[in-house]
Protein backbone atom coordinates (compact mmCIF):
# COMPACT_ATOMS: atom_id res chain seq x y z
CA UNK A 1 0.00 0.00 0.00
CA UNK A 2 1.60 3.65 -0.94
CA UNK A 3 1.74 5.86 1.48
CA UNK A 4 0.37 9.21 1.12
CA UNK A 5 2.01 12.68 1.03
CA UNK A 6 0.71 14.56 3.95
CA UNK A 7 -1.27 17.62 2.19
CA UNK A 8 -0.01 21.32 2.77
CA UNK A 9 -2.48 23.38 4.51
CA UNK A 10 -3.61 26.57 2.37
CA UNK A 11 -1.76 29.08 4.97
CA UNK A 12 1.54 26.82 4.17
CA UNK A 13 1.00 27.61 0.29
CA UNK A 14 0.64 30.95 1.07
CA UNK A 15 2.83 33.42 -0.67
CA UNK A 16 2.67 36.44 1.79
CA UNK A 17 4.30 38.87 -0.37
CA UNK A 18 1.92 38.72 -2.90
CA UNK A 19 -1.09 38.44 0.11
CA UNK A 20 0.87 42.35 1.01
CA UNK A 21 1.26 43.40 -2.47
CA UNK A 22 -2.72 43.27 -2.76
CA UNK A 23 -3.67 44.45 0.54
CA UNK A 24 -1.53 47.40 -0.61
CA UNK A 25 -3.08 47.78 -3.91
CA UNK A 26 -6.84 46.91 -2.60
CA UNK A 27 -5.91 50.57 -0.03
CA UNK A 28 -4.32 52.42 -2.84
CA UNK A 29 -7.71 51.53 -4.67
CA UNK A 30 -9.75 52.80 -1.85
CA UNK A 31 -7.89 55.66 -1.62
CA UNK A 32 -7.47 56.86 -4.95
CA UNK A 33 -11.05 57.24 -5.46
CA UNK A 34 -11.29 55.31 -8.79
CA UNK A 35 -13.88 52.73 -9.42
CA UNK A 36 -11.94 49.09 -9.50
CA UNK A 37 -11.96 49.16 -13.52
CA UNK A 38 -10.18 52.67 -13.77
CA UNK A 39 -7.67 51.89 -11.25
CA UNK A 40 -7.18 48.27 -12.28
CA UNK A 41 -6.78 49.93 -16.04
CA UNK A 42 -4.60 52.73 -14.71
CA UNK A 43 -2.38 50.15 -12.68
CA UNK A 44 -2.42 47.45 -15.35
CA UNK A 45 -4.05 45.03 -13.23
CA UNK A 46 -6.61 42.21 -14.09
CA UNK A 47 -9.84 43.18 -12.75
CA UNK A 48 -10.85 39.48 -12.55
CA UNK A 49 -7.93 38.78 -10.07
CA UNK A 50 -8.33 42.40 -8.46
CA UNK A 51 -11.75 40.85 -7.16
CA UNK A 52 -10.22 37.89 -6.55
CA UNK A 53 -8.35 38.78 -4.04
CA UNK A 54 -10.70 41.21 -2.51
CA UNK A 55 -12.97 38.28 -1.84
CA UNK A 56 -10.02 36.38 -0.46
CA UNK A 57 -8.97 38.76 1.91
CA UNK A 58 -12.00 39.36 3.46
CA UNK A 59 -12.00 35.29 3.69
CA UNK A 60 -8.66 34.76 5.10
CA UNK A 61 -9.86 37.57 7.65
CA UNK A 62 -13.02 36.57 8.73
CA UNK A 63 -11.09 33.11 9.74
CA UNK A 64 -8.47 35.07 11.69
CA UNK A 65 -11.56 36.58 13.40
CA UNK A 66 -13.02 33.32 14.29
CA UNK A 67 -9.71 32.25 15.11
CA UNK A 68 -9.09 34.40 18.23
CA UNK A 69 -13.01 33.84 19.79
CA UNK A 70 -12.76 33.24 23.42
CA UNK A 71 -12.78 29.98 24.98
CA UNK A 72 -13.93 29.39 28.35
CA UNK A 73 -11.43 28.63 30.96
CA UNK A 74 -11.46 27.62 34.47
CA UNK A 75 -10.17 29.96 37.41
CA UNK A 76 -8.45 29.09 40.72
CA UNK A 77 -10.11 30.18 43.70
CA UNK A 78 -6.85 30.98 44.70
CA UNK A 79 -4.05 33.43 43.90
CA UNK A 80 -1.90 31.69 40.85
CA UNK A 81 0.98 30.38 42.55
CA UNK A 82 3.04 31.00 39.48
CA UNK A 83 2.51 33.66 37.08
CA UNK A 84 0.96 32.80 33.32
CA UNK A 85 1.07 34.39 30.18
CA UNK A 86 -1.96 34.76 27.62
CA UNK A 87 -1.62 35.88 24.22
CA UNK A 88 -3.72 35.98 21.62
CA UNK A 89 -3.49 35.40 18.11
CA UNK A 90 -4.04 39.16 17.33
CA UNK A 91 -1.09 40.26 19.53
CA UNK A 92 -2.49 41.51 22.72
CA UNK A 93 -0.56 39.83 25.77
CA UNK A 94 -2.31 39.32 29.41
CA UNK A 95 -0.04 38.65 32.13
CA UNK A 96 -0.61 37.35 35.35
CA UNK A 97 1.43 37.74 38.07
CA UNK A 98 1.40 35.86 41.31
CA UNK A 99 -0.98 36.84 43.80
CA UNK A 100 -3.75 37.62 40.77
CA UNK A 101 -6.86 37.39 42.28
CA UNK A 102 -9.95 35.50 40.70
CA UNK A 103 -12.19 38.99 40.65
CA UNK A 104 -9.28 40.70 39.04
CA UNK A 105 -8.77 38.22 36.36
CA UNK A 106 -12.57 37.59 35.17
CA UNK A 107 -12.99 41.45 35.03
CA UNK A 108 -9.56 41.15 32.58
CA UNK A 109 -10.64 38.60 30.59
CA UNK A 110 -14.54 39.68 30.56
CA UNK A 111 -13.17 43.22 29.21
CA UNK A 112 -10.76 41.73 26.37
CA UNK A 113 -13.96 39.67 25.55
CA UNK A 114 -16.44 42.23 25.09
CA UNK A 115 -13.66 44.58 23.17
CA UNK A 116 -13.57 41.43 20.83
CA UNK A 117 -16.80 41.02 19.87
Known amino acids: MPISQ ?3 RADQRRNPDREAFWRQTI ?3 LQSGLSIRAFCE ?3 LSEPTYH ?6 KKRDAENTVAT ?3 PIEVPRQPLPTPIEIVFSHGTTVRV ?3 CDQTTLET ?3 ALEQRAC
Open 97 to 99: GNG
Open 42 to 44: REG
Open 52 to 57: YWRREL
Open 27 to 29: SDR
Open 108 to 110: VLA
Open 6 to 8: PTQ
Open 69 to 71: SFL
